[in-house]
């Protein structure tokens, strides 16, 4: 049974068949997908959601889908982590991990959007999947095609880190590698979906893609027992999931799942590549191009496909958005991993270190339930803290030997 009543433009309104469409063609505005709420409050209740399994799905009537989901089987319902280290060490009381960065199977929010990109994909009859990608996305289009059968081409930046590459070479798909960054890579995907009818996941399925990305919102609120927290801080790369995260909360609404959204959305990037905190801190609609210079190299896109609607969700909430530099990524990776035992990826520096300094800014304060956003896991980005780690204590196979050590350092009794 689907709910999906078509796609509709979010600029002009005009609406349009459930089909691999993206833009509107009066416009130029992007497509949504618009769905039956009336049909859906009928048939789904907590209750029912409860009853399913712990995977994305357990939300499908909100999700893009006609017929049984063939992708993603165990993919989302990720850790919502109460960290009460972290809370106290930034000196406040409920800070929340949701934490993506042990999302099966590849290790990063991306799983979610994939997972229902590929069942769509599979839906339309398309034989080739393909994506532009800073990483993650590559990493999980390709261990998903693998699952599903469906050939398989990722466009990636040349420039990123070697266990990003590799996450997707192991899964044998076709890795085209090209000397330029990411917005460079995505114009050259978007001439290439015109031209042949595979399935780029984000861009002529983008539609379908981008809601995969609600159930992160879902998961937050029904794993803290149907409420909205007061803040959530997201890094934004595209864009796109902080506002899903915020048509989600709202979704949970319209079902009467809850009461009130009060939620402030923060946006979080990189100084190295802040199209949209800049233009949320000149308080200016129009986001403009930058060229990324960063190690958070899974945000870097300097031209947001979603950068207005990002822009868009953080004012409508009455939220902010704050930058960081390289330097004070690194520190947001250590510090979340030394207090809560989470080794995440650079985006989740980011949002740590933009977290830190809202609060040190006052505007999250003390006692307001605030979820910080942990999208990817930091295997995948070992470069970036490699050389400021502490240092291995090498020793010979022997008691005296160690001990030599022990004495020798007291910090280690
Ligand atoms: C893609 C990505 C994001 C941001 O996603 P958008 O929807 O493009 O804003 C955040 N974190 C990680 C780790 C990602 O890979
Ligand atoms: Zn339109």
């Not at 027992?225 to 007061?230: H, L, S, Y």
Request: proline share 4%.
């Amino acid at each position: 049974m689907s709910y999906i009543k078509g796609l509709r433009c979010r600029e002009c309104g005009r609406e349009y068949p459930k089909e691999p469409l993206y833009v509107c063609e009066y416009c130029f505005g992007p497509l949504e997908v618009d769905y039956d709420y009336e049909g859906i409050k009928k048939v789904l209740t907590k209750e029912l959601i409860a009853s399913r399994e712990k995977n994305l799905w357990r939300y499908r009537e909100l999700l893009p889908v006609d017929n049984e989901p063939v992708v993603g089987l165990q993919s989302g319902f990720t850790p919502l982590i109460k960290a009460e280290n972290l809370s106290r060490e930034l000196g406040v009381k409920q800070l929340y991990i949701k934490d993506d960065s042990v999302c099966h199977p590849t290790l990063s929010f991306k799983d979610r959007v994939v997972s229902v990109a590929l069942t769509k994909a599979r839906e339309f009859g398309f034989n080739i999947v393909a994506c532009a990608s800073t990483g993650n996305l590559a990493n999980s289009v390709s261990a998903q095609a693998a699952r599903a059968n469906l050939k398989c081409f990722v466009f990636i930046p040349e420039n990123l880190e070697l266990g990003k590459i590799i996450a997707s070479l192991i899964y044998a798909p076709q890795v085209i590698a090209i000397e330029g960054n990411y917005d460079e890579v995505n114009r050259l995907c978007t001439e290439i979906a015109n031209k042949y009818k595979w399935a780029f996941v984000n861009i002529n399925i983008r539609p379908y893609y981008a809601e995969g990305s609600k159930t992160y919102a879902y998961e937050i609120v029904e794993q803290l027992g149907w409420r909205a927290p007061q803040n959530i801080i997201v890094p934004v790369a595209g864009g796109s999931l902080i506002s899903k995260i915020w048509k989600g909360l709202h979704e949970l609404l319209k079902l009467g799942f809850i009461n009130e959204v009060k939620t402030k959305m923060y946006a979080a990037q990189a100084k190295g590549c802040n199209p949209v905190v800049s233009a949320i801190k000149e308080n200016r609609e129009i986001i403009k191009p930058v060229k990324p210079e960063t190690i958070a190299k899974s945000l870097a896109i300097g031209n947001p496909a979603d950068g207005y609607y990002a822009f868009k969700t953080v004012m409508d909430s009455g939220g902010w958005a704050e930058d960081v530099t390289d330097e004070e990524i690194v520190e947001g990776i250590k510090l979340l991993a030394r207090t809560e035992g989470i080794f995440t990826e650079t985006a989740g520096g980011v949002t740590v270190a933009v977290t830190k300094k809202l609060i040190e800014q006052g505007r999250i304060k003390k006692d307001e339930l605030t979820v910080i956003s942990i999208t990817g896991n930091g295997l995948k980005t070992q470069e970036a803290i490699s050389s400021r780690l502490g240092k291995l204590i090498k020793i010979k196979p022997n008691l005296s030997s160690f001990e030599n050590v022990v004495n020798k350092n007291g910090s280690l009794r």
